[in-house]
């Protein structure tokens, strides 16, 4: 998949209309393929079901220009099919050696110390989204998700797959940040 492509207004229409030419029809399906997703990665031992559930779907829609006109059969069953190249790409990357992580009371500070870093590295509006993206708990953290997405006029599936984005970048520089610090 294009690293910078993003899920927009249209390509999510377009997806549904894939799904099913009455929208509530395709909504409905849309849920259902989620909601198996996530069942498959998890039947699988997978503790991150969810970001890989929406990387299955981002895949399957930044392909669909090239799929949906000579596709024939249930559209879940592509999902399906996409799910099993992405458990495999998720397997690889598990199997890789990581470096090991400093003592805990130790490590945390340091661990803080790089987020800290690594916020002020990202560009201010994707600081801004991803720290307004995990504020709250419970219905409020719901309604300011909801809230944050209309207001940036996009999708709640796609300001998901944005604060994912962000929050992989994060991880990765976080990581990277540890390991100096552990070679210095």
Known sequence: MNKDWTLTQETLDR?????????ERAGAKYEQIRTRLIKLFTCRGCPEAEDLA???????????????????????????????KIFQEYGRRRRQVAQPLPPAAEGVEQEFACLEECMKALPAEQRDLVLQYYREDKRAKIDNRRQLAE???IAIN????????????????VENCLSRQASA
């Open 54 to 84: 929406d990387e299955t779907i981002n895949r399957v829609t930044s392909k669909l220009y090239q799929v949906a006109d000579d596709y024939q059969g249930d559209p879940a069953l592509f999902f399906y099919a996409v799910a099993k």
């Open 151 to 153: 207001r940036l006029g």
């Open 158 to 173: 796609a300001l998901r797959i944005r604060a994912h984005r962000i929050r992989a970048t994060l991880q990765q520089c």
């Open 15 to 23: 997806l549904l209309l894939w799904l099913d030419p009455d929208r």
